[in-house]
């Protein structure tokens, strides 16, 4: 009788060797799957280890704790949020605009940042809020601005609507539903806000844009 070269039950395939740039992608990588998956709270080095199929000794001998791993999985996995819209109006610009950051919110990377903003105390936020702001934040507000000033040169936009204030109004409306409300921001959300807040807010004559 031929042998058999079936793995026994049970027993797990061997490990392919990995070092350097490879390894420590695969470490990243399943640090960001684990902070989806289990949260911050929920998240260790066995686990992340576990996950990339690695020892636990590969990890700390890059990073000495988990809020170090946590922050380069957050540089290396968070995607830049940029090609700004251009359709020729003020609210399909918007629309563009915010179902982006709609598909990066529930995107893997942006599933980990959300767990981990609802668990961290405010001393573990710390430690992350100046990469969410330079990656997340402020590239956000620089693209919401850039519409609001092609608008103002249209003639869509009132040429006095350049508050500060007027960026953040689309991610806290999202913020605020999913910390809140603990829904879902869903593409009919989306629109309502555009129409029922945004274009009104910024046009020169009430009710929508030109």
Known sequence: MGSSHRTAPGAHPAAVRRRGSVLEKAILDATMDQLGSVGWNGLTIEGVAARAQTGKAAVYRRWSSKSDLVADALKDGLPPLDGLPDEGSLRE??????????????????????????????????????????????????????????????????????????????????????????????????????????????????????
């Open 93 to 210: 610009d918007l629309l563009g605009l915010v179902r982006m950051m709609r598909s990066r919110m529930y995107s893997r990377s942006g599933q980990a940042l959300r767990t981990l903003l609802d668990e961290c105390d405010r001393a573990q936020a710390e430690a992350f809020m100046e990469l969410i702001v330079g990656r997340v934040v402020e590239p956000g507000k620089a693209l919401m601005c850039e519409i609001v000033r092609r608008g103002i040169r249209r003639g869509d936009v009132r040429p006095d609507a350049t508050s500060e204030l007027v960026v953040d109004v689309v991610p806290a409306m999202m913020m605020y539903r999913h910390k809140i409300t603990g829904s879902d921001v869903c593409d009919a959300d989306l629109v309502r806000v555009v129409d029922e807040i945004m274009v009104p807010l910024l046009c020169p004559r009430q009710g929508g844009a030109r």
